[in-house]
């Protein structure tokens, strides 16, 4: 058979369909219920709760679909559909040695993670990965140009369902993170601490990651895996197959609450812990810090916080998801710190958010897919995972320019953002929604 019949023949290649485990529906704190999806009833989550239960996730890449590169073409990147950017399909003829595979994947540098033989054809399909910090596009047009495998091509993505309230990962691509996160390398060189309950580690989705985790509330034990740090961290620097928004940056895990409700994923902590986190959290030398968190006016977190915005390290807060009737919520509150709302993917406020003057910025932080323990993935919502978003940005702009003062920075991601509601800032939206591209254009 010629290598042009077998190039015609395979266009009828199967297609290497990637699922992600479906989760149980939990709540978690900081977050509260998602949304409705495919029919699926989410029961009451009780007063006070964060984090809502969110419908069972469905399979992610599930869909026969067409639309993919022809072989040996990039496509134009105006009409490429969505795909896995850090890995790509090669396809090698039939009866091709292992080893030529093997090769071809050594001299560019990719890591070969699985592969098949189609029945018919006898063609082998390989699932490569690219290194870290490899540019995909760069990438992609290396890997055409050899002449070994048959063809190359991207790893493109299939869902189940079809319309815009099934975009499961729509965050990023609603703030524009993906340009963004591209623009300023992933966040490469920038410290952000995480202070929250307990993260997941060995979860698929930080293979890669660079994750110091560390235990303030039991300093001689590992930190177990829990619920809210585990979602935080993905949003932040999640490594495939959900990407987070600041995916080589340093992420510093600090454990300092702990779950209380295994159920609903609920934790707590207490003025010390939380206080003890942030000092940690400053000798790390954490350029930005993540709370995810709400509480009283506290005159000793109060102090850490100052503390940290005086060693110019960027605070980002929950605004809370206390409803419109609730007072502010603190740290969020706080002058100095950056307090961040929910939205939906139609940019409607997310109806159990804080209301306040002391709302500085939105992000996307309804129905969003993050990492769960025990190697699974759910829907979470709530003012939680927007900070994560927002924190996420403001790591993004430093790794562009390291020196951004406090108030820089702020000014950078409120002059860029979409206005929503009212116009100009408002007590609910505060500045906007954050466009990561547009804030990352601001710079000089």
């Known amino acids: 058979m010629s290598r042009r019949e ?12 990637t699922a992600i485990p479906s989760g149980d529906a939990v709540a978690q704190a900081g977050i509260g219920p998602a949304a409705p999806r495919g029919g699926a009833t989410i029961p009451n989550l009780p007063k006070g709760g964060d984090l809502g239960p969110p419908p069972v996730v469905p399979e992610l890449f599930d869909a026969p679909g067409t639309n993919s590169d022809a072989p040996g073409e990039r496509g ?82 299939y869902r189940s369902g079809s319309g815009e309230e099934n975009d499961q990962q729509y965050a990023l691509r609603q ?9 300023a390398g992933g966040g490469a060189g920038i410290r952000v601490a995480l202070i929250d309950s307990g993260v997941d580690i060995g979860h698929e989705a930080f293979a890669g990651a660079a994750i110091d985790a560390i235990n303030v509330i039991e300093e001689d034990l590992p930190v177990p895996p829990e619920i809210h740090g585990t979602v935080l961290a993905s949003i932040l620097v999640g490594q495939g197959p959900l990407y987070g928004i600041v995916p080589r940056a340093k992420l510093i895990a600090i454990r300092a609450f702990h779950e209380v409700d295994a159920r609903l994923g609920l934790a707590e902590s207490s003025s010390f812990l939380l206080s003890l986190g942030i000092e940690t959290a400053i000798r790390a030398k954490a350029q930005v810090i993540n709370l995810s968190l709400t509480g009283p006016q506290d005159r000793l977190v109060a102090q850490l916080v100052n503390d940290a915005l005086m060693r110019r390290s960027h605070m ?17 509150a706080q002058d100095g710190v950056i307090a961040v709302t929910a939205t939906d993917i139609k940019d409607r406020l997310y109806v159990r958010a804080n209301r306040g003057n002391y709302i ?38 430093l790794s562009v320019q390291p020196g951004l003062g406090v108030v820089e920075l702020r000014q950078a991601m409120e002059t860029s953002a979409v206005d929503l509601g009212a116009p100009a800032r408002d007590p609910e939206f505060g500045a906007g929604r954050i466009d990561a591209a547009a804030a990352l254009e601001t710079l000089p």
């Open 6 to 17: 077998i190039l015609l023949l395979a266009g009828f290649a199967a297609v290497i369909l």
């Open 76 to 157: 134009s990147d105006a009409g490429t559909p969505a795909s896995i950017p850090n890995e790509l399909c090669v396809v090698f003829p039939p009866n091709s040695n292992p080893a030529l595979a093997q090769g071809f994947a050594d001299d560019l540098d990719l890591e070969m993670v699985r592969d098949f033989t189609m029945q018919g054809l006898g063609l082998r399909i390989y699932l490569m990965r690219l290194a870290d910090g490899t540019d995909p596009e760069q990438m992609l047009e290396s890997a055409v140009a050899d002449r070994r495998p048959l063809w190359v091509q991207r790893n493109f993505i």
């Open 175 to 183: 703030v524009r993170a993906d340009i963004a996160t591209s623009m």
């Open 316 to 332: 980002v807060a929950a605004a809370g998801n206390e409803g419109p009737e609730a007072s502010a919520a603190y740290p969020a």
């Open 360 to 397: 500085s910025l939105a992000a996307p932080g309804v129905d969003i897919l993050a990492a769960k323990p025990g190697g699974a993935y759910d829907f979470f919502s709530g003012t939680s995972m927007a900070a994560g978003y927002v924190s996420g940005l403001a790591a993004l702009l």
